[in-house]
């Protein structure tokens, strides 16, 4: 565990710490707010504790927000094998 904190830069450490704080403030919130909610969707409605719908949409945005990342960094992964490419290329021609 010592090693991975080390090996963190000063922001993403930061980035960590923050999350931490928020997950736990998250749930928190959450265990204070047990009560019994109605969920109305397009053509149904559930009763849900609202402990468990906070939970639920929280893991829903954890899962956008990484496949958006996902997205991003396959993007920039091709970039670099290209560049990559690129730059094989012009070694192979001197």
């Known amino acids: 565990m010592k090693e991975f904190w080390a090996s963190l830069s000063t922001w993403k ?3 960590l710490i923050i999350s931490a704080i928020l997950v736990i403030f998250t ?3 959450a265990f204070y707010n047990w009560q019994q909610v109605e ?3 397009l053509f ?3 009763r849900i504790s609202l402990t468990l719908l906070i939970f639920i949409c929280l ?3 954890y899962l956008c927000s990484s496949l958006f990342d996902y997205r991003k960094h ?3 992964q091709v970039e670099i094998n290209r560049l990559k490419q690129e730059l094989k290329d012009l070694k192979s021609r001197s």
């Open 74 to 76: 396959k993007v920039k």
């Open 27 to 29: 749930a928190i919130f």
């Open 59 to 61: 893991v829903a945005g």
């Open 13 to 15: 450490k930061i980035k």
């Open 44 to 46: 149904f409605q559930i």
């Open 39 to 41: 969920v109305d969707f």
